[in-house]
């Protein structure tokens, strides 16, 4: 029997007992569907993080000094967490050790900050937003760009100036329909005067500085610090890569110097550079990628089993069908590759449905959460693939039992 | 080696032998047959049930393979051929005419006729005309896209021939193929049949009405697995 002729007949079938298909499909659809939207957020992620995360957030030939680790980077004993909690606080003292420590250093930037449950204007207001405390240089380090107004300046610092820059969505959020410059902007019973709006930036992480407002730290430290002085990211931007590890390495020293650490004890401060958040990624991306083809193959092998039942219930409603094939002149390799054209056009089907909701799915996802999606062609052509496979396999023993019958018994089958 | 003299014979066997094992028993529905039946001959074969008569029917059709002794069709010996060339026979050799029609009930009359061509590897286009020239043949041209059940009992069976003669068969074999049918429609497909055979179609049916048996030429009565009686009647008697 030739190819299309089975494909057609298939689809026939599939087409007649489309409830029955449907449902038949269940499994193979949930298995791709999760395959798909998944990888879809991962990819998504992943050139997310390769991208724009490691650049433009944490910045290139960047490390920061904080108390302690922010990210995860691997297997960390909880007695090591439990001894990073006791390190001391930051305080402006060791910004100087720092500073001291780094002549060399492209830029030098310090911050604190808090996260505020709202922020009003007028009447309106916006609830979640991050307050940062930042040195002259920290916008510059970061690479905000103002959109409009004007960024801080060496003055706001000096003279502790109630001044605030605020992201774009706090902007949008205040202040619809007019500008928010020169506008009062109030939180924690204080009241700042917007001097200038960051650029929207979006995305994932991008999100987080959207809805953000910096001030001078300089106020911070006089306004809103829960205690005097402390710091909570000091960061160094050195001029190119090959600086990095030695001024990382004198940085070490000049605290360890100041905390006066003894030889073979431990730091009591925390450097972190954009490879660990990358590697803390990559970890994360790791076990993703090793659990997903465990979950799908385990919604497929259930998938493949349903598919199996339906087909060999299939062939015992049909026995007299097949009886009729054979006495017609079909040979066995006929009548197995009709049920095995059956139980693949079957399980392909289920793997284009899965791939449609899976896209769906990551679609709104992307829509309504920061996650960003990507699509990878590799993961589609996958998806078709296991859906043959699944197809093939699960269709094999009906359509053998299906060739083997005996057309006599068969046609007289009722 | 008796055989070899009569080779004009359409089907010749020699000691045809079934036997099925049930259980500890065995069962000897065939006991050594020996047949002829010529080209173009009209051949009704009849007993009562458990003579082994559907025995002998599946055994011509190539739908199974005797135990012992010897079947030639068309000059080929069949005794001992396998799975897929016994399939080759029926799809060119054999058109089948069932008691229960056997049609596909999803499918149309035109593709229910399409079957046999399918599996003789025909192309759509070559295959759909042979089928709507064999519906003609049995006048059912303007019913090819009814499914079966939108035809009567007698349409359904006409049907089914037409799929059993699209591939020119070189024998048209109907197991009680007015079994189903009351009689006034029963005696519609005999007239088919006896058109048929007035073309020059062999066939050879099964039956245990003496009425229907009437139209053919031959009568061969089995018994016990043996042949009981042969009964030739002249075309007069037979009513031509």
New interface residues.
Partial sequence: ??FW?GIRLAL?QVW?HKLKSFFSLVGVIIGITFLIAVITIVEGMNRYVREDFAGSIFGVNTFTVVQRSQVNTGPQSSEQRRREARNPDLVLHDVEVVRAATPGAKQFAYMTDRFLSEVRSGGERRPNVRLIGGSEDYQEIQGWKVESGRGLTPLDQRRALKVAVIGSAIAERLFPTTSPLDKPIRFRGQQFTIVGVFEKQGGFIGNIRDASVLIPFSTYNQTMAERREEVEEILVKVNVAAEMEPTIAEVEGALRADRQLRPGEDNNFWIQTSNDLLSAWNTINRILMTAIPGLVSVSLVVGGIVIMNIMLLSVTDRT??I????????????IMFQFLTEASTLSILGAALGILVGLGLARVVEEFTPLPASVSGISLVIALALGLVVGISSGLYPAYRAARLD??EA?RYE | MAINGQRDGMILTRGLTKEYVMGAETVRALRGVDLRIDRNEYVAIMGPSGSGKSTLM?LI?C??TPTAGEYVLNGQAVQDLD??EL??I???EIG?V?QTF?L?P?ATALHNVE??L????MS?KERQRRAAEALEKVALADRMDHKPNELSGGQRQRVAIA?ALV?EPSILLADEPTGNLDSSTSAEIMTVFDALHASGQTIIMVTHEADIAAHSHREITLVDGMISAEHVKTPVAAGL
Avoid at chain 1, 323 to 334: E, H, I, N, P, V
């Fill in positions: 029997m030739r002729e026939t007649t007299r069908e009886g009729l094939r054979k006495s017609l002149g079909a040979r066995r390799r006929d057309p006599i046609l | 599946n059709g739908l199974d799975d897929d399939a080759r029926r799809n060119r089948f069932f056997n596909l999803r079957l046999p399918i599996y003789a590897g759509a799929r591939n």
